[in-house]
Protein backbone atom coordinates (compact mmCIF):
# COMPACT_ATOMS: atom_id res chain seq x y z
CA UNK A 1 0.00 0.00 0.00
CA UNK A 2 3.10 2.43 0.96
CA UNK A 3 4.96 1.23 -2.38
CA UNK A 4 1.52 2.27 -4.28
CA UNK A 5 1.03 5.43 -2.83
CA UNK A 6 4.76 6.54 -3.27
CA UNK A 7 4.64 5.28 -6.70
CA UNK A 8 1.89 8.15 -7.01
CA UNK A 9 2.99 11.15 -4.91
CA UNK A 10 6.09 10.50 -4.37
CA UNK A 11 8.04 10.71 -0.43
CA UNK A 12 5.36 12.15 2.09
CA UNK A 13 6.49 15.29 3.84
CA UNK A 14 5.37 13.48 7.12
CA UNK A 15 3.86 10.41 8.05
CA UNK A 16 1.61 10.46 11.15
CA UNK A 17 1.34 6.77 12.91
CA UNK A 18 -1.70 7.16 14.88
CA UNK A 19 -2.51 3.06 15.43
CA UNK A 20 -4.20 2.48 18.84
CA UNK A 21 -6.82 0.40 20.95
CA UNK A 22 -7.39 1.14 25.05
CA UNK A 23 -9.19 -1.08 27.41
CA UNK A 24 -8.88 -2.32 30.19
CA UNK A 25 -6.79 -5.32 31.30
CA UNK A 26 -6.19 -7.72 34.52
CA UNK A 27 -3.13 -10.02 34.57
CA UNK A 28 -5.54 -12.60 37.32
CA UNK A 29 -7.66 -13.51 34.26
CA UNK A 30 -6.32 -15.69 31.53
CA UNK A 31 -8.85 -14.73 28.92
CA UNK A 32 -7.07 -11.14 29.50
CA UNK A 33 -3.97 -12.13 27.94
CA UNK A 34 -5.13 -11.65 23.93
CA UNK A 35 -6.07 -8.16 24.99
CA UNK A 36 -2.65 -7.66 25.68
CA UNK A 37 -1.39 -8.95 22.50
CA UNK A 38 -3.95 -6.93 20.83
CA UNK A 39 -2.77 -3.76 22.51
CA UNK A 40 1.25 -4.73 21.62
CA UNK A 41 0.32 -5.84 18.02
CA UNK A 42 -1.68 -2.37 17.27
CA UNK A 43 -0.21 0.11 19.69
CA UNK A 44 3.06 -0.95 19.24
CA UNK A 45 3.66 -2.79 16.19
CA UNK A 46 1.44 -1.14 14.43
CA UNK A 47 2.81 2.23 14.63
CA UNK A 48 6.06 0.72 13.59
CA UNK A 49 4.79 -0.94 10.65
CA UNK A 50 2.84 2.29 9.38
CA UNK A 51 6.55 3.89 9.44
CA UNK A 52 8.74 1.58 8.08
CA UNK A 53 7.55 1.80 4.42
CA UNK A 54 8.17 5.22 4.06
CA UNK A 55 11.51 5.78 5.89
CA UNK A 56 13.59 4.86 3.47
CA UNK A 57 12.08 7.16 0.60
CA UNK A 58 11.90 10.00 3.00
CA UNK A 59 15.55 10.22 4.16
CA UNK A 60 16.36 9.85 0.26
CA UNK A 61 13.67 12.55 -1.13
CA UNK A 62 15.14 14.22 1.93
CA UNK A 63 19.11 14.39 1.22
CA UNK A 64 18.40 14.78 -2.56
CA UNK A 65 16.49 17.93 -1.80
CA UNK A 66 17.69 19.37 1.59
CA UNK A 67 14.27 19.33 2.99
CA UNK A 68 13.77 17.82 6.20
CA UNK A 69 10.53 15.37 6.72
CA UNK A 70 8.38 14.37 9.55
CA UNK A 71 7.41 11.36 11.63
CA UNK A 72 5.01 11.51 13.85
CA UNK A 73 4.39 8.74 16.55
CA UNK A 74 1.36 9.20 18.74
CA UNK A 75 1.80 7.84 21.87
CA UNK A 76 -0.34 9.07 25.38
CA UNK A 77 0.50 10.52 28.64
CA UNK A 78 -0.50 6.63 29.84
CA UNK A 79 2.84 6.04 29.06
CA UNK A 80 4.73 7.37 31.26
CA UNK A 81 3.40 5.55 34.47
CA UNK A 82 1.54 2.41 34.77
CA UNK A 83 -2.15 2.80 35.95
CA UNK A 84 -4.07 0.10 37.48
CA UNK A 85 -6.34 -1.19 35.41
CA UNK A 86 -4.36 -0.10 32.42
CA UNK A 87 -1.82 -2.43 32.53
CA UNK A 88 -1.75 -3.80 28.59
CA UNK A 89 -2.73 0.07 27.48
CA UNK A 90 0.51 1.77 29.48
CA UNK A 91 2.59 -0.80 28.32
CA UNK A 92 2.05 -0.76 25.01
CA UNK A 93 2.51 2.88 24.68
CA UNK A 94 5.27 3.07 27.18
CA UNK A 95 7.31 0.50 24.70
CA UNK A 96 6.04 3.50 21.79
CA UNK A 97 7.61 5.89 23.46
CA UNK A 98 10.71 3.78 23.77
CA UNK A 99 11.23 2.92 20.28
CA UNK A 100 10.32 6.79 19.08
CA UNK A 101 12.98 7.56 21.14
CA UNK A 102 15.79 4.68 19.89
CA UNK A 103 14.32 5.51 16.18
CA UNK A 104 15.13 9.32 17.21
CA UNK A 105 18.43 8.98 18.22
CA UNK A 106 18.90 6.99 15.12
CA UNK A 107 17.98 9.01 12.61
CA UNK A 108 19.58 12.07 14.57
CA UNK A 109 21.49 14.37 12.08
CA UNK A 110 19.25 12.88 8.73
CA UNK A 111 16.34 14.88 6.95
CA UNK A 112 14.00 12.76 8.92
CA UNK A 113 12.50 14.09 12.31
CA UNK A 114 11.14 11.84 14.96
CA UNK A 115 8.16 13.82 17.00
CA UNK A 116 6.90 11.69 19.92
CA UNK A 117 2.94 12.86 20.75
CA UNK A 118 1.49 11.98 24.69
CA UNK A 119 -2.31 13.02 24.34
CA UNK A 120 -3.95 12.70 27.46
CA UNK A 121 -7.65 12.79 27.08
CA UNK A 122 -9.18 13.74 23.64
CA UNK A 123 -12.76 13.61 22.58
CA UNK A 124 -13.25 11.30 20.93
CA UNK A 125 -14.69 7.55 20.08
CA UNK A 126 -12.18 5.75 22.14
CA UNK A 127 -13.06 8.48 25.07
CA UNK A 128 -16.70 8.65 24.99
CA UNK A 129 -17.28 5.29 26.72
CA UNK A 130 -15.20 6.59 29.75
CA UNK A 131 -16.81 7.01 33.30
CA UNK A 132 -14.47 8.66 35.30
CA UNK A 133 -13.35 11.86 35.30
CA UNK A 134 -11.19 13.29 32.39
CA UNK A 135 -9.12 16.20 33.39
CA UNK A 136 -8.22 18.59 30.74
CA UNK A 137 -10.23 17.11 28.15
CA UNK A 138 -9.14 18.46 24.55
CA UNK A 139 -11.35 18.16 21.28
CA UNK A 140 -9.63 16.17 18.32
CA UNK A 141 -9.58 19.13 16.17
CA UNK A 142 -7.65 21.51 18.79
CA UNK A 143 -5.53 18.72 19.45
CA UNK A 144 -4.61 18.65 15.61
CA UNK A 145 -3.78 22.39 15.16
CA UNK A 146 -1.46 22.32 18.28
CA UNK A 147 0.04 19.20 17.27
CA UNK A 148 1.10 20.40 13.43
CA UNK A 149 2.33 23.50 14.74
CA UNK A 150 4.87 21.88 17.41
CA UNK A 151 5.90 19.82 14.38
CA UNK A 152 6.25 22.66 12.20
CA UNK A 153 8.88 24.38 15.24
CA UNK A 154 11.08 21.47 15.19
CA UNK A 155 9.30 20.39 19.00
CA UNK A 156 10.29 16.62 19.75
CA UNK A 157 8.23 15.75 22.34
CA UNK A 158 4.58 16.97 22.54
CA UNK A 159 2.04 17.15 25.39
CA UNK A 160 -1.56 17.67 24.53
CA UNK A 161 -3.35 19.80 26.26
CA UNK A 162 0.21 21.42 27.29
CA UNK A 163 -0.21 22.16 30.80
CA UNK A 164 -1.29 18.11 31.34
CA UNK A 165 2.33 17.39 30.69
CA UNK A 166 3.38 19.44 34.10
CA UNK A 167 0.64 17.19 35.91
CA UNK A 168 1.98 13.92 34.52
CA UNK A 169 5.65 14.74 35.24
CA UNK A 170 4.56 15.42 38.42
CA UNK A 171 3.07 11.74 39.03
CA UNK A 172 5.98 10.08 37.43
CA UNK A 173 8.47 11.97 40.39
CA UNK A 174 6.52 10.81 42.66
CA UNK A 175 7.97 7.67 44.80
CA UNK A 176 6.26 3.93 44.42
CA UNK A 177 4.37 4.15 47.27
CA UNK A 178 2.81 7.69 47.12
CA UNK A 179 1.17 7.10 43.79
CA UNK A 180 0.13 3.70 44.43
CA UNK A 181 -1.73 4.71 47.44
CA UNK A 182 -3.00 7.74 45.54
CA UNK A 183 -4.80 5.91 42.76
CA UNK A 184 -6.16 3.37 45.42
CA UNK A 185 -9.55 3.27 45.50
CA UNK A 186 -10.10 5.37 42.07
CA UNK A 187 -12.49 4.37 38.93
CA UNK A 188 -10.56 1.97 36.74
CA UNK A 189 -11.30 0.65 32.79
CA UNK A 190 -13.52 -1.84 32.84
CA UNK A 191 -12.50 -4.90 31.74
CA UNK A 192 -12.21 -5.65 27.94
CA UNK A 193 -13.37 -9.25 28.64
CA UNK A 194 -15.57 -8.62 31.51
CA UNK A 195 -19.03 -8.81 29.42
CA UNK A 196 -18.05 -11.64 27.04
CA UNK A 197 -17.65 -13.56 30.63
CA UNK A 198 -20.98 -12.54 32.29
CA UNK A 199 -22.79 -13.23 29.24
Known amino acids: MAQAWMAQHGAPELVIANAGIAGGF ?5 EDMEVMQRMLDINLRGVVHTIQPFLQAMLDHGRATGTHKSVIGIAS ?5 GMPGNGAYCASKAGLIAYLQALRAELRGTPVRVHT ?4 YLRTA ?5 TFAMPGLMDAETAARILLAK ?5 EKIVLPPHIGWLQ ?11 DHLLRG ?14
Open 26 to 30: DTLYA
Open 117 to 120: VSPG
Open 77 to 81: IAGWR
Open 169 to 179: RALSLLPDTWF
Open 126 to 130: MTAAN
Open 186 to 199: QPRKPRENQNKIQN
Open 151 to 155: VQCGT
